[in-house]
């Protein structure tokens, strides 16, 4: 299977990754009391497909649309990315992601995490 998809709910966000599409979709708010618990499927899926995701040619694009999220989330986001980008490259990884205009403390979580990760990310006002 070569699409894992979670449904969105109040305090989880919908999630998409689509291997054929090279995209990673996240979209929503990421407040679940167990955010291991709740990625964990996940992870599992990205290990298990980890060479159909590297044998990809095109970059992949990673999509990141959360109003909001906590900062055990934010944790796992970081994790996930440096996997990600472990597996990929750099120059294979492209990351998007949105906010409200009148949100600074998203855009400037941004901008944090592209200096941790040392990769650009591209911020686009929803």
Same mark, same amino acid.
């Not at 969105?8 to 990754?17: D, G, M, Y």
């Given at each position: 299977m070569n699409i894992?998809?979670?449904s969105?709910?109040?305090?989880?966000?919908?999630?998409?990754?689509n291997i054929e599409n090279s995209e990673l979709f996240f979209n929503g708010s990421s407040i679940p009391e167990d955010v291991n618990l709740f990625y964990a499927p996940l992870m599992s899926w990205v290990e298990i497909n980890?060479?159909?995701i590297v044998e990809k040619l095109i970059p992949l694009s990673i999509k990141i649309d959360m109003s909001y999220f906590n900062s055990s989330?934010?944790?796992? %986001?970081?994790?996930?990315?440096?996997y990600l980008i472990n597996l990929k490259?750099?120059?294979q990884?492209? *990351?998007?992601?949105?906010y409200d205009q009148d949100?600074?403390? %998203?855009?400037?979580t941004a901008i944090d995490i592209s200096n941790i990760l040392r990769i650009p990310i591209?911020? *686009?006002?929803r």
């Open positions: 894992f998809t979670l969105q709910t109040k305090r989880t966000p919908e999630i998409i990754f980890k060479e159909s989330t934010l944790k796992f %986001l970081i994790s996930m990315l440096k490259g750099t120059n990884i492209e *990351i998007i992601w949105f949100d600074e403390d %998203l855009l400037e591209k911020c *686009i006002v």
